[in-house]
Antibody, heavy 117, light 111 residues
């Protein structure tokens, strides 16, 4: 059974960079033709796609976040990562990692990241 | 403002059927068969219920079905059960703005 697990700081200061890692277990991140993505959900609000990456490194980003987002993959560790720079309070959200590009069939449990000084 | 429009809430009694709509444009819902539906219980991660408009992942009850007409996609839940009470989100591939857009979500209440 494929499992995804997010990890990273739960508190980030304004103007700093948010960094999260998603560890994939139960399958290889590079063994199939899948994309791996990040989705976020501000408290009490809806879902927002951040971006997705193929194991080869090809990326797709939400244009509204593109200037601040970097998604990378480390196939040797079976992980992919998210970096979001220059964060503000508006970036406070539960961040999910998931498998997919146009649909997401496996999800991590999510991790709350709060932006506050 | 979400790119896809969903009703804020719907409700139904156990055993009944309900339908949740998801309205977009010809650049997303109407132009591609890449509409998905997710169920989210409080404090939990979303769960994929329908992909590519009408396909159910393995393990999802056949009480859940999806369809599309023009720029509007729909999720129908038949034989409502108490456990179906949750938030439901649609999503679609889009050729404009982002590659993937979500609806604002619909809260389903089972009376």
């Amino acid at each position: 059974q494929l499992q995804l697990q997010e990890s990273g700081p739960g508190l980030v200061k304004p103007s700093e960079t948010l960094s999260l890692t998603c560890t994939v277990s139960g399958g290889s991140i590079s063994s199939s033709s899948y994309y791996w993505g990040w989705i976020r959900q501000p408290p009490g609000k809806g879902l927002e796609w951040i971006g997705s990456i193929y194991y080869s490194g090809s990326t797709y980003y939400n244009p509204s976040l593109k200037s601040r987002v970097t998604i990378s993959v480390d196939t040797s560790k079976n992980q992919f990562s998210l970096k979001l720079s220059s964060v503000t309070a508006a970036d406070t959200a539960v961040y999910y990692c998931a498998r997919g590009l146009t649909d997401f069939d496996y999800w991590g449990q999510g991790t709350l990241v709060t932006v506050s000084s | 403002q979400s790119a896809l429009t969903q009703p804020a809430s719907v409700s139904g009694s156990p055993g009944q059927s309900i339908t949740i709509s998801c309205t977009g444009t010809s650049s997303d819902v109407g132009g591609y068969n890449y509409v998905s539906w997710y169920q989210q219980h409080p404090g939990k991660a979303p769960k994929l219920m329908i992909y590519d408009v009408s396909n159910r992942p393995s393990g999802v009850s056949n009480r859940f079905s999806g369809s599309k007409s023009g720029n509007t996609a729909s999720l129908t839940i038949s034989g409502l059960q108490a456990e179906d009470e949750a938030d439901y989100y649609c999503s679609s591939y889009t050729s404009s703005s982002t590659d993937v857009v979500f609806g604002g979500g619909t809260k389903l209440t089972v009376l």
